[in-house]
């Protein structure tokens, strides 16, 4: 026989190699919960899903509002679609990724069966066969028992992947929207050299093409934040607006509420972030920054100067933020949406104190006209109370502008299937979010409005996402080098010199 063709020898060198490589992945309920279509993610690997995620998907289903009985109830229908028979159910079905899918129950637990070199080890280690979590690494050891190697457990769960591994089970993180480390190493700005004759023209014209300075450094990407820098040392920040050339950054003086105190931004960070904010062009903004850096407060007023002047470009700004507690949790809390979420959105309330003071600032060059009657409306609850006589506490300044609906307060719970349209839309500790609930909240934004999501990736108390997945950083990755969207970290600490070394020590 003559040797076979090139183009032949080509394709059977190519599938033995996909054959030398192919995987076999055991999945974790929390990876299904956290992504339902990260059944299609794995390529032309072979995916196993234990009996036991099935039955923990079954308990959670019925959680009617939370985004985990949704995606339960997702994974049901997907799993119904591919494998519709039970004879589908044990020996698999194949995927359009070119892998294949089954359901696993292990007989061992049936039968009472020892003779497993796999089993002896599971039950040195995990006695106890009752638990879920040990159900599926009894079934994970059956498929590596069964299965040519290797065979990975995929878990979010730490604990779970520690475990794994003393059974003797290769275990790791789901990947798919992990960014590249490199993206989480990214941290405050670039800087381009240029002349003091270019920086001067920079001064006069208000743009000037870098195309040439950058041809031996990594590409710029739209909207991004430089600082230009001359021999003599001359530094002028600016942003990128593409085809190699920057302009200046357009910020006022100071922007303040009506009635408030002027905010002017104390470092190059915050004219970042401040120009990103009050340009319209842009419509998402991500900003990483460590406690005091000023995120919270900058991004506060910079939303109702823009809502409440004369323009007014917005018809009134959203706040919101996950309901993720640090530590232990006090319960259910009791009165209505604005009272259960005034405990989580309290850095709000305390910027909006500051920006906008029950007590006149002494300091008269503070003093500022009246809030426009056209845009603060008196509230029902005010009028009832002056007609009945009932002596009431005067409204705080930003008190007025939330009963008047200036200022919303939205629970993230709520807000699917929502239009959200000419807000300005805050979203506080967004690393605490998977990417799937960004993206929802971030697919509510309707034309005119504007989404700042703001956050600290050092700083996750969600179990199931870290540095590098969650959402906030997601963010970043796939929407960066858009015309209508920035990014911005601050990294110097504003509030005070005890919580910049705290921020930087402890």
């Not at 992947?161 to 941290?187: C, F, H, T, W």
């Not at 593409?242 to 408030?260: E, H």
Request: glycine fraction near 6%.
């Amino acid at each position: 026989m003559g040797k076979p063709s090139g183009a032949k020898a080509r394709k059977k060198s190519r599938e033995e190699i996909t054959k030398a490589v192919t995987k076999t992945f055991v999945l974790d309920t929390n990876v299904l919960l956290h992504d339902p279509h990260s059944i299609f993610k794995f390529q032309e690997h072979h995916l196993a899903i234990p009996v036991e995620v099935l039955e923990e998907l079954d308990a959670i289903k019925s959680e009617q509002s939370t985004e985990r009985g949704r995606n339960a109830r997702r994974v049901h229908r997907i799993l119904q679609e591919l494998l519709p028979d039970s004879h589908s159910l044990l020996e698999g079905v194949r995927l359009s990724t070119g892998g294949t899918l089954s359901v696993i129950i292990n007989r061992y637990f049936e039968n009472s069966d020892m003779s497993s070199e796999a089993m002896q080890r599971f039950h040195a280690v995990l006695s106890d066969t009752k638990k879920k979590d040990n159900g599926i690494f009894a079934c994970a050891l059956v498929v590596q028992e069964q299965s040519d190697p290797p065979t990975i457990l995929v878990t979010k769960d730490v604990n779970v992947q520690l475990k794994a591994r003393a059974v003797g089970l290769e275990s790791q993180d789901y990947l798919n929207d992990k960014v590249p480390e490199a993206i989480e190493e990214e941290d405050g700005y670039r800087e381009v050299p240029v002349s003091i004759y270019e920086l001067q023209r920079f001064c006069s014209e208000g743009c000037l093409d870098v195309g040439e300075t950058m041809e031996d450094q990594p590409a710029l990407v739209l909207n991004e934040y430089v600082l230009l820098r001359s021999d003599e040392d001359k530094t002028m920040p600016a942003r990128y607006v593409g085809q190699g050339t920057v302009r200046r950054l357009r910020i006022p003086d100071f922007v303040k509420a009506p009635s408030g105190i002027p905010i002017r931004a104390r470092n190059l960070e915050q004219q970042f972030f401040m120009d990103a904010l009050l340009d319209d062009s842009i419509s998402l903004i991500t900003c990483f920054g460590k406690a005091g850096t000023g995120k919270t407060l900058i991004s506060t007023v910079c939303a109702i100067a823009q809502t409440l002047d004369e323009q007014g470009r917005y018809d009134g700004v959203s706040i919101s933020r996950p309901v993720i507690a640090l530590g232990k949790d006090i319960g259910f809390l009791p009165g209505t949406l604005e009272e259960k979420m005034k405990p989580w959105l309290q850095p709000y309330y305390d910027a909006l104190e500051v920006l906008m003071p029950s007590k006149p600032p002494k300091d008269p060059q503070f003093a500022t006209k009246k809030v426009a009657k056209k845009k603060i409306r008196k509230s029902p609850s005010d009028s009832s109370s002056m007609d009945s006589g009932a002596p009431s506490a005067p409204l705080k300044p930003y008190e007025r502008l939330i009963a008047s609906g200036v200022v919303e307060i939205e629970a993230l719970c709520f807000i699917r299937g929502r239009s959200i349209a000419r807000r300005f839309f805050i979203l506080d500790e967004a690393q605490q979010l998977t990417p799937h609930e960004v993206k929802t909240v971030i697919t509510r934004i309707s034309e005119g409005s504007k989404i700042v999501l703001i956050g600290d990736p050092a700083q996750i108390d969600n179990p199931y996402v870290d540095s590098r997945s969650n959402g906030l950083v997601y963010c970043h990755n796939r929407m960066k080098d858009h015309a209508i969207s920035a990014h911005v970290t601050l990294s110097k600490g504003e509030r005070s010199k005890l919580a910049e070394l705290a921020a930087d020590l402890l």
